[in-house]
């Protein structure tokens, strides 16, 4: 069985570049969506960001978002919409996490789905939710995960 797993932080080059800039182990991605970019979560950005690497509680239903990424992603939203997500899934099993930041704040989750729920209408994931919160739209039978790209790498290092 194939496994996919990937955690991100996605937003506008507008948003996304200023951190890059800033931080080393970033690197910016263009989706195929007007610009849209993703930013790879690897182990190098998150200790560049907290040596420790402490992550939130897992109550918050992220298991990698680490207490750096968070205040990262928390800063830069000032600038625009941030959203950070999370998947890991092997073959249709799995779990999803997203949530979208705007001014400090978070605007849309964190939204969660457990392994074992049953997987939602097109549409209605946490990361397609997420997704349309920056203005990716879906295409005929092509959701927001499809129409981002989001299925070019089936692990997180690979955006690297």
Not at 47 to 63: A, I, K, N, P, Y
Not at 83 to 94: F, I, K, S
Not at 100 to 126: C, D, H, K
Request: charged share 20%; net charge negative.
């Amino acid at each position: 069985m194939m496994r996919y797993e990937l955690s991100a932080i996605i937003s506008t080059q507008s948003v996304l570049g200023l951190i890059c800039a800033q931080h080393q182990s970033a690197r910016l991605v263009a989706l195929p969506v007007a610009d849209i970019v993703l930013v790879p979560v690897t182990q190098d950005l998150v200790l560049e960001l907290d040596e420790t690497g402490t992550r939130v509680s897992v109550e918050t239903g992220f298991w990698q978002l680490s207490v750096g990424v968070e205040g990262l992603v928390v800063a830069g939203s000032v600038r625009g919409r941030i959203a950070y997500l999370e998947a890991d899934y092997v073959g249709r099993e799995g779990r999803q996490t997203a949530a979208v930041w705007q001014s400090g704040e978070t605007i849309y989750g964190p939204m969660i789905l457990g392994r074992n729920e049953p997987f939602p209408a097109e549409g209605n994931s946490p990361i397609c939710g997420a997704l349309r919160h920056l203005g990716v739209i879906s295409a005929g039978h092509r959701d927001e995960f499809v129409v981002a790209g989001l299925g070019r790498f089936r692990r997180t290092v690979d955006w690297c």
